[in-house]
């Protein structure tokens, strides 16, 4: 049997189902991976039983005959010209390259020296658009007008850093799914004549310049549309192809297909057959395909296990490869019309942005619920903020950087040149990933280039929650309460706003000017009074964990911007900590009577019910690897009985202006819960 020496260059996500696909080949031998990383290609190496080498010419010093080129789009086409030139096949990860000249110097690298080279449209191969293809040559569907395509999707956590590809170029995300798009509307309806894209920001994934997608082409034998969107939920994969004679469904994340014909009986009835048939394929499909991923009848990436061993066995047997160059080519044109207008589109939209000069003040998190106010506080002063999307608003005279706090390039850009920065931006939600980049990471960046700049003071905003509360049951929480000693357990966030505050106390020990401002529960603007903190929803109930006779550690905004302020302006810069806690007191039953009246529907679970309950899950969801969000000991932290202390507003001469009656009172006519 024939036997190829296969490497791959690139050792990102994909190269983990290049390798699979190529374990289920006999006649395929891993040579070795290539990385511009080496310690990850070494780490690669070692997991797929292989060995990393230093250069693409050092892994064809090794024997390798074939190349995958697995590397990012816009170095496709050098990289796979050099395996070319080496003497070795090439098949290319999705798309060829990012420009029909690039695609042609691949084409004629290969020509001209008689190798094979293919790229990976792997759905061509997914087995679901298999079937599909074979009822449309079949005749099933009659002729084919319009094939639709929907695509949700989620990039991986980004946990700090250089920023990954897919957030460094606006169009990346549809060349990266849009390209299967095209070249499935080209296997169905017939070349691509035109396609105009649309897009937009709704917020899905705030590093993406836009997270969603919508797409018309115009084919020789028909119409297609595509959506792909990050906001989207649940995410889903589904093709809908419509025909003269039938309509067909295909749901690639769930393996099932669903067919309507038209049928020679009268409508009523034909509507019958068709919602029996239409609902009764599901349900039969995707069991099988459940019992065939489980048993690995069926892989991860199917589609690309078929296309991989296609490409083999054209090779073996001297036939063509299972995508032509020229049908890679024609689709690169299309996606790249539409990618580069929407690279444009946001390039145009950044050289709006004013000009960075010698701002006063930078604000991070400034589009967040508590930086937007500080900003306002803030007008009439040379502000910059700093920003993961392009603002739908501009204040007048502020500067904007348009980045994530994680990557160190967009906080340098930030700081260079102010003179004080007040650091909101923090994570708020998902998991260890989402809180390290953003809260962690983030924090280091700012307080690292700080510490060059030499800001004149750095006004950190910190939470509550880094303190021991279940160790301080039935005490005062304040300033010198103890840290949290056990941040893991009291989930990502705690652990996360612990660390970061940890960083800039030591850059205050170390001479950076610093204040840290502590505030509890903050209600008013964009944040709600009616959290978790105090019920939960259940229906058209309100559910509350214990009697109801917490003490909150509220404090309204507009009080919170205050002592921002005061800190900003202040004489303090040797790291002190300030708690925010209004004096007054309320309690979780108090706040549900003033928000939902006397008629509300309130239901209190007793405390050792909730322990309880609590305790219940942590072995069950230890069986999944998973650490409880309801734990016993986030629960007693949650509910401790407490009351606190702002021992330290003095000396920062802070009081609260606006006060928890009348923001309580602010909030009640507006609705906001």
């Known amino acids: ?52 080498y230093p250069s693409l010419a050092a892994l064809r010093e090794a024997g390798a005959s074939v ?24 098949l290319v990860e999705k798309p060829l390259a990012t420009s029909v000249e690039d695609c ?8 001209s020296r008689g190798l094979q080279a293919s790229v990976n449209h792997s759905l061509l191969y997914d087995p679901q658009v298999v079937k599909a293809l074979a009822l449309v040559r079949a005749g099933k569907l009659g002729e084919v007008v319009s094939v639709d395509i929907l695509r949700g999707s989620m990039y991986p956590p980004y946990r700090g850093g250089p920023l990954p590809p897919h957030y460094r170029t606006p169009g990346y995300p549809f060349r990266d799914l849009g390209i299967h798009a095209f070249y499935l509307f080209e296997a169905f309806l017939g070349p691509i004549e035109e396609a105009r894209g649309f897009w937009e920001s709704r917020g899905g994934d705030p590093n993406l310049a836009w997270d969603e997608w919508r797409t018309m082409v115009r084919c020789r034998r028909g119409m297609g549309q595509v959506q792909l969107s990050w906001n989207v939920r649940p995410m889903q994969s589904q093709i809908i192809i419509q025909g003269t004679r039938g309509v067909l469904r295909l749901d690639l994340f769930l393996m099932f297909k669903a067919l309507r014909s038209a049928l020679p009986l009268p409508k009523p009835a034909e509507r019958v057959v068709n919602a029996l048939t239409d609902s009764l394929q599901p349900l039969i499909d995707v069991p099988v395909g459940v019992v065939k991923f489980a ?72 589009s967040g619920a508590l930086g937007s106010e500080v900003v306002k506080r803030l007008a009439g002063r040379r502000v910059r903020l700093l920003v993961r999307r392009y603002p739908a608003e501009i204040p007048p005279g502020a500067e904007v950087v348009v980045g994530d706090l994680g990557d160190p390039e967009a906080v340098e850009r930030a700081v260079r040149g102010v003179k004080a920065v007040i650091h909101v931006g923090a994570a708020m939600k998902g998991g260890w ?55 893991d357990d009291r989930g990502p966030y705690t652990r996360a706003k612990l660390e970061a505050e940890k960083l800039v106390r030591a850059a205050a020990a170390a001479g950076l000017p610093a204040v840290i401002l502590r505030p509890g529960q903050i209600f008013g ?149």
């Open 1 to 52: 049997m024939t036997r190829f020496r296969a490497g791959l260059v690139g050792t990102g996500a994909i190269a983990e189902h290049h390798a699979a696909a190529l374990r289920g080949l006999e006649n395929v031998e891993l040579v070795g991976v290539v990385d511009l990383d080496p310690a990850r290609a070494q780490a690669f190496a070692e997991r797929v039983g292989s060995r990393a």
């Open 67 to 90: 190349i995958h080129v697995l590397t990012p789009p816009d170095s496709h086409a050098d990289v796979a010209c050099s395996a070319l030139e080496l003497g070795c096949h090439v």
């Open 104 to 111: 042609r110097r691949v084409t004629a690298a290969a020509e």
């Open 295 to 366: 048993t690995k009848v069926v892989k991860p990436y199917q589609g690309l296990h078929g296309l991989v061993r296609a490409f083999y066995q054209g090779l073996e047997g001297g036939r063509p490869p299972p995508v032509a160059l020229g049908e890679a080519t024609s689709v690169v044109r299309w996606v790249e019309e539409v990618a580069r207008a929407a690279d444009a589109d946001h390039a145009a939209r950044l050289a709006r942005l004013p000009a960075l000069e010698q701002a006063e003040v930078l604000v991070t998190g400034a």
């Open 433 to 487: 990933e989402e809180h390290e980049r953003g809260t962690v990471v983030g924090t280091r960046n700012v307080v690292e280039a700080c510490q060059r700049h030499g800001v004149s003071k750095l006004v950190h905003v910190s939470s509550m929650s880094v303190v021991d509360w279940a160790g301080s049951e039935g005490g005062v929480l304040s300033e010198r309460t103890a840290d949290e000693p056990r941040p």
């Open 525 to 673: 603007g964009r944040l709600p009074l009616l959290t978790p903190a105090v019920a939960r929803r259940a229906g058209r109930r309100w559910l509350v964990l214990g009697d109801g006779e917490l003490k909150l550690p509220l404090v309204y905004i507009d009080d919170v911007v205050d002592a921002v302020q005061t800190a900003l302006d202040g004489p303090l810069r040797g790291g002190e900590v300030i708690q925010l806690v209004d004096p007054a007191r309320l309690t979780q039953n108090q706040v549900l009577a003033q928000l939902l009246g006397p008629g509300a529907k309130v239901v209190r679970l007793p405390r050792a019910f909730v322990f309880a309950a609590g305790r219940l899950t942590e072995p069950l969801l230890g069986l999944l690897k998973r650490k409880s969000p309801v734990s016993g000991y986030r629960l007693h932290s949650a509910l401790a009985r407490l009351d606190f202390a702002c021992e330290n507003t003095g000396l920062l001469g802070w009081q609260p202006r606006v006060g928890l009656v009348e923001g309580v009172r602010r909030m009640v006519p507006s609705g906001t819960v």
